[in-house]
């Protein structure tokens, strides 16, 4: 069971980063340090800037919904999901991009 977890969680990590106008946007935002990383696997808006905010929700839901299945096909909870989805983000994450650590955005 927990291989089976363990390899929709990476099948959850490859489907939010590979829509492509969404990894188009998402990948800009990133660069310019709009956005980053949260250690409970969400995105989080960094600066202000157009459009950004409806980027950060939209993919937000995205990766809810994705967590929630995932939670619920595997009788974990929707947390550890996301503590995992978290990990595998920030190991993804490019030099560069910001990840939030104990409280602050650093730049990986």
Do not use: C, P
Not at 3 to 8: F, G, K, P, Q, S
Not at 54 to 70: F, G, S, W
């Amino acid at each position: 069971m927990k291989i089976n977890w363990l390899r929709n969680v990476i099948v959850v990590v490859a489907v939010l980063f590979s829509t492509m106008s969404m990894a188009l946007e998402l990948d800009e935002a990133k660069q310019n340090g709009w956005v980053g990383e949260k250690d409970n696997g969400y995105l989080a808006q960094i600066v202000a800037e157009k459009g950004v905010q409806a980027l950060v929700e939209d993919i937000n839901q995205q990766r809810q919904k994705i967590y929630r299945e995932l939670a619920a096909k595997n009788n974990i909870s929707v947390e550890q999901v996301e503590k995992l989805a978290a990990q595998k983000a920030y190991a993804k994450t490019l030099a560069g991009h910001y990840v939030w650590v104990n409280g602050a955005w650093v730049k990986k």
